[in-house]
């Protein structure tokens, strides 16, 4: 089944410095993508919802990107501040391939600390 | 906002001891999940439902059971508690399947097997 390994387990950045975490995935079918955060005390929160058809992505202080190709799906901060300070991670999934659940798999998890 | 809520927060039992942790979501969602988050594991799902009296085995079931009484409400229960499921517990809920929708997490309960 899918695999999703996601690096690194931990990643400190400057403020306004920018900061990559990267997910491989397994699948070649994996065609839905998500970026999760998690603040301190919380639950998981969508940052972004990616399709294979779409390759870059942009949200607000971040940008997503998807290499078929390699089978890798990165988040890069840019111009980290505080706030973003949080656990993130990666869900794949193959869609209706995924049987009633609609399979998701998670990647391990990357804790940002930004440093002021 | 989808609104989901957990309890207890946190929990304290013993080994054997008897857990059962709640769920309630608001936002008339048919699908609802249990996972469990355990350091460089990230999320594993535990149990999921896609409908009142609707129960479905996850990747990690062994030890946990699950009843969905209610569209609302979700609840994942250990009976014969042990030190390997001290975890953090989420829940969540989705309009529909996972793969392709947004999950709406609670806060999570910790809980710890001493």
């Known amino acids: 089944g899918e695999q999703v390994e996601q690096r690194p387990p931990h990643l400190s950045v400057r403020e306004g410095d920018s900061a990559v975490i990267i997910c491989t995935y397994t699948?070649?079918?994996?065609?839905?993508f998500f970026w999760y955060k998690q603040e301190p005390g919380a639950g998981l929160q969508l940052l972004m919802k990616?399709?294979?058809?779409?390759e870059i992505n942009e949200g607000q202080g971040f940008t997503v990107l998807l290499n078929k190709k390699d089978k890798q799906l990165s988040l890069n901060l840019t111009a980290a501040h505080p706030g973003d300070s949080a656990v993130y991670f990666c869900a794949v999934s193959a869609g209706n391939t995924g049987g009633l659940s609609g399979k998701l798999t998670f990647g391990e998890g990357t804790q940002v600390t930004v440093i002021s | 906002e989808a609104a989901v809520t957990q309890s207890p927060r946190n929990k304290v039992t013993v080994t054997g001891g008897n857990v059962t942790l709640s769920c309630r979501q608001t936002?008339?969602?048919?699908?609802m999940y249990w996972y469990r988050q355990d350091t460089g594991h990230g999320l594993r799902l535990i149990h999921y439902s896609y409908g009142a009296g609707n129960l479905q085995i996850g990747d990690v079931p062994d030890g946990y059971k699950a009843t969905r009484t209610t569209q609302e409400d979700f609840f994942l229960l250990l009976e014969l508690a042990s030190p390997s499921q001290t975890s953090l517990y989420f829940c969540?809920?989705?309009?529909?399947?996972?793969?392709?929708?947004?999950?709406?997490f609670g806060a999570g309960t910790r809980l710890s097997v001493l």
């Open positions: 936002n008339s969602h048919n699908y």
């Open positions: 969540a809920s989705s309009g529909d399947r996972a793969s392709q929708n947004t999950l709406y």
């Open positions: 990616v399709f294979s058809s779409t």
């Open positions: 699948d070649p079918n994996s065609y839905y």
